[in-house]
């Protein structure tokens, strides 16, 4: 725990100005609250037995302190709350952009065990209640121990016994509120992780909204939500029952020092060892420091909350990318694409089973190479372990000779270029979406780009041409425009080595052929790895590679490999029939 709060405590050094700030005018707060009540003990002690031309000049120069001591609160308030919670507002940024930049580094093998709802509670809901105890845990703290300290030095000083009956409350409600805490605390960190399944559960819903409505299963994603919110209801009445017992019992042991004081005080009134005003004195007193006290115990609850998520918060920073640049790893500019399998296998991290084994194969730079096999072989998988979205359990990748994980993986990546089946694009413009491939590029670069991949006619038929508005994943433009925007896209990236991942297995056939068009503008003179659903699409690879699940079964031209007779001649056969 204490190595968790140095890590919380870091967040506030660019601020140290605002937070030190914001505590002073704290003290200044708390300082001049504890004065007014001695302000009112004087008047009632002193001023009132003075002669009446004096009475009224004090009671004239009393009452304008009092009006000053009142703006002071008022200033010191009004900096408190705007300049803390601004303080509170650039931390909350801070961890914002360390979570977010934490997600950009995780690698898929992260991603395929998480669901988003998840995440981004932790990005948002987390974050809220941490920085709200960075802003009023110290604050709280500081003028509650000064309230509460202040009290017990000036009530002391007018008398020990009913200061003693005022204060023996105090450390009953610590002990009570502390107790309460324990408990909540467990309840609270259920309850994050129940809105999380909730957050989860709606994103994937609106996510995929149209399969939704077009299975007319909108019951059915209401009856999920509702037992995940089912689930939260329950979780959220543990914690409430604790809240409620905690919250009552302070109330009432509140009432119950006022109770006590009056009948004390009265008690040590008749036999002449309290005067009246100084009984008066202490039950003004008594909220200078039965607030505090509250205040402490909320700041106490405060801190369950937002350390509990500052928990959540180091789980996922603490998570290590286990794909990340070797400490000998070395800057490439411009890779030629000539690529090398040296006995490579892999599995997935929690399955030893393994989805490629023992691969081995040369690809010339500028060649171009389709992948073919079964569904589940791995082809897919293979090429996602050229730009290491995925590490080689065993062997070795190569490009121009160079392993792989001995080149920078932004290099690395800047070097690759792919198109996938699902083209996932974002919401904005259509020039947003291409220039996402280079984002220094120019207007003119851009359309170039789209012109290359035979997407610049339809976009100039849209009112609005290249400042179209796409909608959230593209959803205003048809399969072969979504896919002719990804192929500009990386047209722009202007890569050496391209990956085509079924890019065209989800379109009409008329769709398929302007799209084939711009893969095969797109392949000139760039290593290119095809994987190819449609096998009529890939006749004309310099050299096609038939995939098993013992490796590599066959490879050939399409003319060798219909000649052969085996694996290949099979597939097409039975990819024609269908």
Do not use: W
């Not at 302007?514 to 000139?524: C, D, F, G, P, T």
Request: hydrophobic share 45%.
């Amino acid at each position: 725990m204490k190595e968790q709060l140095k890590k919380l405590i870091a967040y506030y050094k660019p601020y140290k100005f605002l937070f030190f700030s914001d505590l002073f005018f704290a003290v200044i707060n708390a300082g001049v609250t504890l004065a007014i009540p001695l302000v009112v003990r004087y008047i009632t002690n002193e001023v009132i037995y003075y002669d009446a031309d004096k009475a009224f000049r004090t009671i004239i120069s009393l009452g304008v302190l009092m009006v000053v001591m009142v703006a002071v609160t008022l200033g010191c308030n009004l900096y408190i709350t705007y300049f803390g919670h601004m303080m509170g507002a650039k931390i909350e940024a801070d961890m914002r952009k360390d979570i977010f930049g934490h997600y950009q580094k995780l690698t898929f093998a992260f991603y395929d065990n998480q669901k988003v709802g998840h995440l981004l509670s932790r990005i948002t809901s987390d974050l809220f209640d941490i920085t709200e105890l960075l802003h009023h845990g110290p604050e709280d703290v500081l003028i509650s121990a000064i309230k509460i300290i202040g009290s017990f030095v000036i009530l002391i000083n007018i008398d020990v016994k009913l200061t003693l009956v005022t204060f023996a409350f105090v450390p009953v409600m610590l002990v009570y509120a502390v107790y309460f805490n324990k408990k909540m605390k467990s309840a609270f960190k259920r309850n994050r992780e129940r809105i999380a399944d909730i957050n989860s559960q709606i994103e994937d819903s609106l996510s995929g909204i149209r399969v939704v409505k077009s299975f007319a299963n909108e019951k059915e994603e209401l009856r999920k939500f509702n037992k995940g919110n089912e689930r939260f209801v329950n979780a959220k009445k543990v914690s409430y029952r604790y809240m409620g017992l905690y919250h009552s019992g302070l109330n009432a042991m509140t009432t119950l020092v006022t109770v006590a004081v009056l009948l004390a005080g009265v008690s040590f009134m008749t036999t002449g060892e309290v005067v009246v005003t100084d009984l008066i004195t202490f039950l003004l007193y008594i909220n200078n420091f039965t607030e505090p006290v509250k205040q402490l115990v909320n700041s106490a609850e405060m801190f369950q909350n937002g350390y509990t998520g500052f928990e959540r918060f180091q789980e996922i920073l603490a998570i290590a990318p286990d794909i990340k640049d070797a400490d000998d790893a070395v800057s490439v500019d411009h890779l030629k694409g000539e690529i090398e399998f040296d006995h490579v296998s892999f599995h997935y991290e929690d399955n030893e089973e393994k989805v490629l084994n023992d691969i081995n194969m040369h690809v010339s730079a500028g060649e171009y190479v389709a992948l073919v096999g079964p569904s589940g072989v791995g082809k897919t998988t293979l090429c996602s372990l050229i730009p290491r979205f995925y590490e080689v359990s065993e062997g070795t990748i190569r490009i121009d000779g160079k392993d792989i994980r001995k080149i920078k993986l932004d290099d690395l990546r800047n070097n690759i270029g792919i198109v996938q089946q699902d083209v996932y694009l974002f919401a904005g413009t259509i020039m947003d979406n291409i220039r996402y491939g280079k984002p220094e590029a120019t207007d003119e670069e851009v359309v170039m780009a789209a012109k290359n991949a035979n997407a610049h006619e339809f976009i100039m038929g849209f009112p609005e041409g290249y400042d179209t508005d796409i909608g959230q994943r593209g959803v205003k433009l048809s399969g072969g425009q979504k896919q002719r925007l990804s192929i500009a896209r990386v047209f722009l990236k202007n890569p050496p080595i391209l990956i085509f991942d079924e890019a065209t297995s989800a379109l009409d056939n008329e769709s398929e052929q302007v799209v084939q068009h711009s893969l095969e503008s797109l392949a000139k003179n760039r290593t290119t790895f095809v994987i190819a659903h449609r096998l009529t699409t890939i006749r004309n690879a310099g050299r096609i590679m038939v995939l098993s699940e013992e490796g590599i079964a066959e490879e050939g031209t399409h003319e060798e490999l219909l000649d052969r007779k085996g694996v290949y001649e099979a597939l097409y056969h039975m990819n024609f029939q269908s």
